[in-house]
């Protein structure tokens, strides 16, 4: 189960961060990724952590805006977003997997497991 959370309203060019609580699976053996996903438009692969949160993988979108990270003794992954946009406006799904990715797969939703509830994030002044 995943379950994120942290989503809300913030101004344009705020930061928020996103948590993604993992439990009922072994964490320390997933990947996990980050999707979002704004009306009318397609599932965007965001990030992406490998179990040992060691490696991590960024869409061009946010790279250098967000960074992912994760705390192995709280089965949690974190998504910190800086110089948040109105077009960052979305719902955020966290997922797991457990295979590796790479960069050419990390986005793809079908090399993910599991999915959580999503939390909203609005950027608006």
């Known amino acids: 189960q995943l379950q994120a959370s942290g989503g809300g309203l913030v101004l344009p060019g705020g930061s928020l961060r996103l948590s993604c609580a993992a439990s009922?699976?072994?964490?320390?053996?997933?990947?996990i990724g980050w999707f979002r996903q704004a009306p009318g438009k397609e599932r965007e692969g965001l990030s992406c952590?490998?179990?040992?949160?060691?490696?991590?993988h960024y869409a061009d979108s946010v790279k250098g805006r967000f960074t992912i990270s994760r705390d192995s003794a709280k089965n949690t992954v974190y998504l910190q977003m800086n110089s948040l946009e109105p077009e960052d406006t979305a719902v955020y799904y966290c997922?797991?997997?457990?295979?590796?990715?790479?960069?050419?797969?990390?986005?793809?939703?079908?090399?993910?497991?599991?999915w959580g509830r999503g939390t909203q994030v609005t950027v608006s002044s």
């Open positions: 997922t797991a997997s457990p295979t590796s990715l790479g960069t050419s797969s990390f986005y793809l939703p079908r090399n993910y497991r599991y």
């Open positions: 009922g699976f072994p964490f320390d053996t997933y990947n």
């Open positions: 952590i490998n179990n040992s949160g060691r490696g991590s």
